[in-house]
C-alpha cells in the first residue's frame, strides 16, 4: 500500500511557532508531528510514502533529506515550486500512485487504523473515502452529511453550529482510487474538499464516510497544541513516547541529567540530553525536549519546551510553548503564548 503525506502548507493558525518551524516539524511529546504520521503509515503496512514540501521545506529536507526509510517503508520527499492544494499536491505525484493509496495530514495528530479504514473502502466499492470524527464546534471545520447506509451526501465548510447539517468533521485522512485523480485538473491549484468532492458527488461516483473509533486533532490552535501533548501522555492515541518509562507518568530520553533535588509532579516527558537543576519543579502536563537546560530553582507549569529551550535561575513559567533555542532569563515570569526567537 502507498500513501502521500501533505505537508506544504503554512500552518498559519499555529502562529507565532510556525514562523520558525513548518508544522509539521512541531514537536508532540518531543516528536515532530510528521514523524508520528510516518510510524502510523509503516506500522499499518503501507510500504511507500511520498511528502509534498513548500512552506520552509529546507527545514524539511533538512531534517530528513529526500528519501528516508522508517521501518520497512520508504519515504521520499519532494519539493512544490508553487502551492498547488491538497488535491493538486497529490495530482503532482500522480504517476507514483497506481493502486489504492491513502492521503494524511502530515500536521495532524491521529492514530486512525489506515488497514481498517482500506477495508471498508474497498468492501464498499468506493473511489473515494473520507475518515470523520464528530466535533463540538463545527465552526473551525467542513462538516460531512451522511445517509444511513454512509454515502455521502453533502459538505458544509465551516458552519456555525446553529446551522450546521451534521457534526461529523472531514479529518482531511483519505482513501482513493487512482481513477479519482482524473477529476484533478494538471497544474492547477486544486483542493479535495472544495473543489474535488463536489465532482465526485455530481457525478454519482461511490463516496463514504468512514466513522472508526480513532484519535485525530488538527492541532489548529496553540491550545490545541497543548491538548494534544496531554492526549498523548494520558494515553488517548496510540502513539510512542520516547524515552524510558518510569512509574506511570514520567518519560525520560537517553544521557538526561535530573538533579535529586528536581520535583516533578503530573505527566512528563524530559528528552534527550536535557538538563534538570537543583530544586527545579515541574508540575502538570510538560514537555522539556531534547538539548533543554532548566536551571536551578525554576518552575514550570502546563508548558511545552521545544528542543534546545533553556529556563534561567528561579524563572517561572505557566501555560507556555517555549520555541526552539529560546532563553527565558533568571527569575522571568511567563504566563501564556507562544515564545520564540527573533
Not at 513548518?22 to 511520498?50: G, M
Not at 529536507?61 to 502551492?83: F, N, Q, T, W
Request: one cysteine or more; proline letters at 4%.
Amino acid at each position: 500500500m502507498k500513501a502521500m503525506v501533505l505537508a506544504a502548507g503554512k500552518g498559519t493558525r499555529l502562529f507565532p511557532l510556525t514562523g520558525e518551524i513548518p508544522k509539521p516539524l512541531a514537536p508532540v511529546v518531543d516528536t515532530p508531528i510528521i514523524e508520528h504520521i510516518f510510524s502510523l503509515l509503516a506500522e499499518q503496512c503501507v510500504r511507500e510514502a511520498h511528502v509534498n514540501v513548500k512552506y520552509l521545506a529546507d527545514a524539511l529536507l533538512e531534517a530528513y533529506g529526500e528519501s528516508l526509510r522508517v521501518g520497512d517503508m520508504s519515504v521520499h520527499l519532494s519539493r512544490e515550486e508553487e502551492l498547488t492544494g491538497t488535491a493538486g499536491g497529490v495530482k503532482r505525484l500522480e504517476e507514483h500512485f497506481d493502486e489504492t493509496f491513502v492521503v494524511v495530514s502530515g500536521d495532524a495528530l491521529t492514530d486512525v487504523d489506515v488497514r481498517e479504514m482500506v477495508d471498508f473502502h474497498r468492501q464498499h466499492g468506493a473511489l473515494a473515502t473520507v475518515a470523520l470524527r464528530r466535533v463540538y464546534d463545527t465552526s473551525e471545520f467542513g462538516v460531512v452529511d451522511l445517509d444511513p447506509e454512509g454515502n455521502i451526501r453533502g459538505f458544509q465548510e465551516k458552519p456555525d453550529p446553529s446551522e450546521a447539517i451534521s457534526t461529523l468533521a472531514n479529518t482531511g485522512i483519505y482513501v482513493f482510487e487512482p481513477r479519482a485523480l482524473e477529476y484533478v485538473a494538471e497544474g492547477e491549484f486544486s483542493d479535495f474538499a472544495q473543489d474535488i468532492f463536489p465532482q465526485f458527488l455530481e457525478a454519482g461516483e461511490k463516496f463514504m464516510g468512514y466513522q472508526g473509533d480513532f484519535y485525530w486533532s488538527d492541532i489548529g490552535t496553540l491550545q490545541a497544541y497543548r491538548e494534544a501533548q496531554y492526549d498523548v501522555l494520558s494515553g488517548k492515541v496510540r502513539v510512542t513516547v520516547p524515552g524510558e518509562r518510569r512509574g506511570e507518568s514520567l518519560w525520560v530520553g537517553e544521557h538526561a541529567q535530573i538533579h535529586p533535588s528536581a520535583r516533578l509532579d503530573g505527566y512528563v516527558v524530559i528528552g534527550r540530553d536535557a538538563v534538570l537543576g537543583r530544586e527545579v519543579s515541574i508540575e502538570g502536563d510538560v514537555t522539556v525536549g531534547s538539548d533543554c537546560w532548566i536551571r536551578p530553582g525554576a518552575t514550570i507549569k502546563r508548558s511545552i519546551l521545544l528542543p534546545g529551550a533553556s529556563v534561567g535561575d528561579g524563572a517561572y513559567l505557566e501555560d507556555c510553548i517555549v520555541g526552539h533555542g529560546y532563553d527565558v532569563r533568571a527569575g522571568e515570569t511567563i504566563r501564556g503564548g507562544a515564545l520564540i526567537r527573533r
